[in-house]
C-alpha cells in the first residue's frame, strides 16, 4: 500500500480548475513524495527553462508529501564572483495539516490530502487502510458534494489506498450498503467495475505522459520515436524507473539508451500500440 506518483499527479488535475493557475500565466507545480538534496536545484532549472521556452512570467511551486517534518526546501542559490541567482518559491508541506481540519473542510482537494496522509499512515497495514479508506469514502457523502465529484473523488482515493482484492470487494459491499440507507446511489456497479479495470490502464497512461513531460521541459526537443518507445512500456515498475532517470539524467540520448534497454531488438522494431482500442461491440445488442 503505497502513494503513487500517478495518485499525486491527479492532484494537479484538481488544482487546474482553481483560478489562479487560469491567469494566464506559466506555472511550475513540482510534487516531491521524498526528501531529495537536489530538489531546490532542480526547481530553479525547471524555473529557467519553462521561463527560456515561453518567455512568460513563471511561477514555482512546490508540494512535500514525505514524513519528515525539518525538510522544507525553498530557496535556491547560487553565485560566482559578484554574480548571484537566487530563486525563492512557495512550498507546501501535506504533513502539516491536521486530519481534523481537513476533515471539517469541504474543499475538493482536502480528501484528496487526507487520502495521501492516510495512505503514509496505513503503510503495509491493510486493516488501518481499510478502515482509513473506508472512513473517507463515507465523508465524501457527508460533505455535501455532488454525484460527479464524489464519483471522481472515489476514483482518487481508489489511486492513493490500494487495498488486496477480498478487501476491496468487502469495501464495495459497505459502499453499496451507504448508498442504500442514505438513498444516494451515486456509484453504480457498473462505475465500480469501469473504475477497477480503468486504474492499471491510467496509471500507465498518466506514467507515460509524465515522462514525456519532464523530458520536455528539461530538453525541449524530444525525437517522436523516443516518444513511441515510451508508450510501447506498459509496466509500471519500468515506467517508474525511466520516470527518476527522465528526472536525473543529463541528456536525451542517455535516457533513451537507458529505455531501450527494456526491450527486445523485436519490440525496437515493432510499432507502439495504441494507448485506448476500440472495444468490440457487445455481439447481444
Known amino acids: 500500500m503505497v502513494l503513487t506518483t ?43 527553462r519553462i521561463f527560456d521556452r ?23 542559490e547560487r553565485q560566482l564572483w559578484r554574480c548571484r541567482a537566487i530563486l525563492e518559491f512557495p512550498v507546501v508541506k501535506l504533513i502539516d495539516y491536521s486530519m481534523e481540519d481537513l476533515s471539517a473542510s469541504r474543499s475538493p482537494l482536502a480528501p484528496i490530502v487526507q487520502a495521501h496522509l492516510s495512505a503514509q499512515i496505513a503503510g503495509k497495514d491493510v486493516r488501518v487502510g481499510y478502515e482509513k479508506k473506508l472512513s473517507l469514502i463515507k465523508s465524501l457523502y457527508s460533505r ?12 482518487l482515493i481508489d489511486w492513493f489506498i490500494g487495498l488486496p482484492q477480498s478487501e476491496e470487494e468487502r469495501l464495495w459491499a459497505e459502499i453499496q450498503t451507504l448508498e442504500q440507507e442514505t438513498k444516494m446511489p451515486y456509484i453504480t456497479s457498473v462505475e465500480r467495475i469501469g473504475i477497477s479495470k480503468g486504474l492499471e490502464q491510467g496509471q500507465i497512461t498518466k506514467g507515460q505522459e509524465d515522462i514525456i513531460r519532464i523530458l520536455e521541459v528539461r530538453f525541449q526537443n524530444i525525437p517522436p520515436k523516443l516518444r513511441e518507445l515510451i508508450n510501447k512500456i506498459k509496466d509500471l515498475n519500468v515506467l517508474w524507473n525511466i520516470l527518476i532517470q527522465a528526472v536525473t539524467l543529463q541528456s536525451v540520448e542517455a535516457f533513451q539508451s537507458v529505455a531501450r534497454q527494456y526491450f527486445t531488438e523485436d519490440e525496437l522494431a515493432s510499432p507502439a500500440t495504441e494507448q485506448n482500442p476500440p472495444q468490440k461491440a457487445d455481439e447481444s445488442e
Not at 63 to 76: A, C, H, V
Not at 144 to 155: K, P, S
Open 6 to 48: 500517478v495518485g499525486l499527479s491527479q492532484l494537479l488535475q484538481v488544482m487546474m480548475d482553481i483560478p489562479l493557475f487560469k491567469c494566464g500565466k506559466k506555472y511550475k507545480l513540482e510534487v516531491q513524495s521524498q526528501s531529495q538534496s537536489e530538489f531546490s536545484e532542480r526547481m530553479y532549472i525547471y524555473h529557467s
Open 54 to 76: 515561453y518567455r512568460r512570467s513563471v511561477v514555482s511551486l512546490a508540494i512535500l508529501g514525505d514524513e519528515q517534518k525539518s525538510w522544507t526546501p525553498n530557496r535556491y
Open 144 to 155: 455535501g458534494y455532488g454525484r460527479e465529484d464524489i464519483v471522481q473523488l472515489f476514483r
